[in-house]
């Protein structure tokens, strides 16, 4: 049976559990509450006719700018002329945590090279080999909170950042940081907390040679990662030209030796650093939120939590390999997860020609937004947009969605390129968690969505466990070095 909480805002549609979420406002805007409100949380910005239409123009204090959420509409933008349509420099400074020579931020041959160096490292092959190192963090994460005592309450957020990060740990520099995990996750959350407030600067296209505060700060934090990560790679590199044979079979080798295949080129050394660096970044925060959100709303139904019980109880028992493919129901629940609450919330691009789309006119310069926050709760694309079913993401239902309705990883030649790998680490670690406990949210605690770069829960998540299994689960017992482990 389905529960319902009270938050207040939405009620809920008969039936379906519907999670916490702002509701839209009434009209638009104006740009001093906009500003004012995109400082506080940006998921609160949106307005009523913004889930209702396809595309809406306007509403911005900068320039002219269009908010797209009609399918055909994003495809054009993101995929058919995707050369007329640049990431625009708002959303790279705030994604990209300053790394401008990472994946994430180049642009033209740059991003080119990269991404054909980078793509076969995360295609499904080498992300199936991973499977031993996501479940082996995940055995660790839920072994830790076993000699925490039955019924201990814990920030399930902070404890899911620190799972996401020994994951990256474990596939990008398996031999691990300079200084301990812990250190860098706090190191990390400063950094996010603090480039992830947009400065109302930015909002007025105020040039980057002005000082934000919030940057100032930043400054330090991510000399630190820098200083961390290069000391790992010099350590490999020294390892790689005396005794190559010894150097671990992770991410960071395959950088090191990456050559572009289609040309003699080397990525240079300041991307590789660069590239490690938006690998933590875009994947740490984003997977964890995904699994904060996914036992969120585990703890809010009991028939999905039921039946994502039986299905682990089932499949972590078998062999290792091709387990996530096994896990139907676990995915289908992260992948509402994320329909709900996408990691990231909002894509934007700016124009650099004139362009039409569906009869709206774009200007050289406009801003096209295309939220996946926005779309995913579509009243014209989704039945009951606001309500918790994972059953959309099962067989034939999963296959009839648009795939331009449903946008958590972006679309197009810059889609996510740890799309497969942030899906299999996330329906892994939540099957090994629901495989050890069963969660119950602290009563009385506000839950509510807040988008500071990803989107996650104001306020953490702080969680009642219990035990459930405690026999040993195959499969888990994974050693460190992931693509080893499966040769
Ligand atoms: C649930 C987890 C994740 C979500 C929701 C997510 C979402 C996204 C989205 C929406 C984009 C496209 C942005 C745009 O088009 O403007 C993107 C790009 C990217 N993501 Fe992810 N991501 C996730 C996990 C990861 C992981 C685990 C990694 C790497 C380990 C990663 C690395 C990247 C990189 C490098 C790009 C830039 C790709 C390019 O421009 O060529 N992401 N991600």
């Not at 009209?27 to 595309?55: D, M, V």
């Not at 031993?132 to 076993?146: G, I, K, N």
């Not at 902070?158 to 200084?179: H, K, P, Q, W, Y």
């Not at 606001?386 to 999963?398: C, E």
């Amino acid at each position: 049976m389905l529960k319902f909480i009270e938050h207040g805002d939405r009620s809920p549609v008969q039936g379906a559990y519907c999670p916490p979420a702002p509701k839209p406002q009434p009209r638009p805007l104006q740009p001093l509450a906009l500003i004012r409100t995109l400082k506080r949380n940006p998921l609160e910005c949106w307005a009523a006719q913004h889930f209702e239409r396809p595309i809406v123009a306007g509403g911005l204090p900068i320039g002219h700018a269009l908010l797209v959420h009609e399918p055909g509409a994003i495809r054009h933008v993101l995929l058919d002329n995707a050369v007329n349509y640049r990431k625009d420099r708002l959303q790279r400074r705030v994604l990209s945590a300053g790394l401008n020579d990472g994946l994430l931020s180049a642009e033209g041959e740059q991003w080119r090279l990269q991404r054909r160096v980078l793509a076969p490292m995360f295609a499904r092959r080498t992300v199936m080999d991973f499977t031993p190192a996501m479940l082996a963090a995940a055995q660790a994460l839920v072994d830790r909170w076993s000699g925490l005592g039955d019924r201990a309450t814990i920030d399930v957020a902070a404890e899911l950042a620190r799972v996401t990060l020994e994951v990256l740990e474990r596939t990008i520099l398996s031999d691990g940081f300079g200084s301990d995990a812990e250190t860098i996750r706090i190191a990390m959350a400063t950094y996010f907390n603090t480039i992830g407030k947009i400065s109302p600067l930015d909002i007025l296209g105020v040039p980057d040679f002005v000082p934000r505060l919030g940057r100032l700060r930043v400054r330090s934090t991510l000399k630190f990662f820098e200083a961390e990560v290069d000391r790992v790679i010099s350590a490999r590199r020294r390892i790689l030209a005396e005794q190559p044979e010894r150097a671990p079979n992770d991410l960071l080798t395959h950088l090191l030796q990456a050559q572009d295949s289609e040309s003699d080129d080397h990525i240079k050394e300041s991307e590789v650093r660069s590239n490690i660096l938006t690998f933590i970044a875009a994947g740490h925060e984003t997977t964890a939120n995904t699994l904060s959100w996914a036992m969120f709303l585990l703890s809010q139904s009991d028939e999905w939590r039921e039946r994502v019980e039986a299905e682990v109880d089932r499949e972590l028992v078998g062999p290792a390999g091709g387990i996530a493919d096994r896990l139907v129901e676990t995915c289908a629940v992260i992948e509402e997860t994320i329909r709900l609450y996408p990691p990231i919330a909002a894509i934007s691009r700016v124009a650099l020609d004139g362009d039409d789309l569906n009869g709206e006119r774009v200007r050289p310069g406009s801003l096209i937004v295309i939220s996946p926050y926005v779309l995913h709760r579509h009243r014209l694309l989704w039945h009951r947009p606001d309500a918790f079913d994972p059953r959309r993401f099962l067989g034939n239902a999963r296959a009839a969605i648009d795939r331009f309705a449903y946008l958590p990883f972006g679309a197009g030649p810059r889609k996510c390129i740890g799309s497969t790998f942030a899906l299999q680490e996330a329906t892994l670690v939540l099957a090994v968690i629901v495989r050890r406990f069963r969660f119950e949210l602290k009563p009385g605690h506000p839950v509510w969505p807040m988008l500071r770069v990803t989107l996650r829960p104001a306020n953490g998540l702080p969680m009642t466990i219990r035990q459930r299994a405690t026999e040993p689960q195959p499969g888990l017992d994974a050693p460190r070095n992931p693509i080893d482990a499966s040769a």
